[in-house]
């Protein structure tokens, strides 16, 4: 995934597509609104709460969607705020192996892999209770989550532990077709616009089986879980652009958010920041060797072009799976792992410690859409926190 992201980013850019480059950015972000981690007590709180797990235990149901009129079947989970019972469930946690059914090839195959992953980038065990009792509280906002090319719905475990804490739901999808184990087969749904779309009706799909308060195809203590009025989006690389595009073909999202990635770029055409008028935010990790300087430059532009309120933060050391729970679970996923090579100049260096980088993001995340789907104007602090001092660089345009 890596050489082929870096290798389709060169060829937008030898074609003439970046609209400027990544050094006249410097003034524009300098002169939008900065973070100030010192404005007093209110705002130290709204930083530290969203730097924490929140007071709810979290449970995870799994579950297969069938969408009958594309033919796609969908393995999906939900992570929701649980009952006080399930605490200790939760600490003990769910192997990521076990998301999928004892005994299938997806099971042995992430065995496998976990076994001999490196642990200091690797979670392989959640912090979340399988199907436990969801807490009595109701309408949950609900983000919906998209995961990167050839990835897992797992991916961002983290963060979806830190948002369901803190009362706010997230599902997400496998993207049938396009998952770790069609990339370790070799027989992978390529990147491009035609498979964007069917990522795009796949976010669609579980959305709409979500939000059926009379539908049958969640477990039944999640049904009617949800507030349809309170509905975010985030990716993380090719789920970053298909957010965007989602942003775009479906009104129920109020809010979404890029991990790693442009939403809108030539590689992969079908989004316009014009055309999306719902606020946006973007983590950019400024050694991303997958989409390069010139993907981060559209990144960028894409903060430059987008409807405001829109933030965009900077992390420093940081490399495209640095925000993910799985970096260098397979070769391919290295890059936030470990060791590196400076985009600038190929000098060695070593990649932000990973549970550093899943905090920042986890941070971020959980400030954004508690500002922008529960109202939590104090968030907005925890979003633009310039912490680690010299790693997060933040911007926002109101």
Not at 195 to 208: K, P, S, Y
Not at 261 to 287: S, T
Request: aromatic residues 8%; proline residues 6%.
């Amino acid at each position: 995934m890596t050489t082929r992201f870096a290798a389709l980013f060169c060829l937008a850019a030898l074609a003439g597509c970046a609209k400027t480059t990544a050094a006249s950015y410097d003034t524009t972000v300098s002169q939008d609104v900065s973070a100030d981690t010192t404005d007093g007590a209110d705002a130290a709180a709204a930083v530290e709460d969203w730097r924490k797990d929140g007071p709810f235990p979290v449970g995870h149901a799994d579950f297969v969607l069938t969408d009958a009129a594309r033919s796609r079947t969908l393995r999906v989970t939900v992570w929701y705020p649980a009952a006080e019972s399930a605490r200790a469930a939760a600490d003990a946690g769910t192997n990521l192996a076990d998301f999928y059914p004892v005994g299938s090839p997806e099971h042995a195959t992430m065995t496998t892999l976990l076994a001999t992953a490196p642990t200091t980038c690797v979670r392989s065990q959640t912090h979340s209770a399988a199907n436990a009792e969801p807490a009595t509280t109701t309408a949950w906002p609900l983000v919906a989550f998209s995961h990167c090319h050839t990835c897992t719905r797992f991916e961002a475990t983290t963060i979806a532990e830190r948002l369901a804490s803190h009362g706010i739901a997230v599902i997400a999808p496998d993207h049938t077709g396009n998952t770790i184990f069609e990339g370790l087969a070799g027989t992978s749904a390529g990147l491009g616009a035609a498979f964007l779309q069917v990522r795009t009706d796949d976010m669609r799909f579980v959305l709409d089986q979500a939000l059926d308060p009379t539908g049958t195809t969640l477990p039944a203590n999640l049904r009617g879980k949800f507030d349809p009025t309170r509905i975010g989006a985030l990716g993380h690389s090719f789920g970053g652009v298909t957010v965007g595009k989602l942003l775009m073909d479906d009104p129920r999202p109020k809010a979404g958010m890029a991990l790693a990635v442009p939403m809108a770029q030539p590689l992969l055409p079908g989004v316009d920041m014009a055309q999306i008028h719902v606020p946006v935010a973007f983590v950019l990790a400024r050694e991303d060797n997958s989409i390069l300087e010139v993907g981060n430059s559209f990144i960028r532009q894409d903060y430059a072009d987008a409807n405001p309120p829109v933030w965009l933060l900077e992390v420093a050391d940081a490399g495209h799976f640095s925000f993910s729970d799985i970096a260098g679970i397979i070769a391919n996923f290295d890059a936030g792992c470990g060791k590196g090579q400076r985009m600038a100049d190929q000098s060695d260096f070593t990649y932000l410690d990973n549970a550093t980088a899943r905090g920042i993001g986890a941070r971020a995340v959980g400030a954004f859409f508690g500002q922008t789907l529960r109202g939590e104007t104090a968030a907005d602090e925890a979003l633009m926190a310039a912490e680690p001092a010299g790693v997060v660089f933040p911007s926002e345009r109101k």
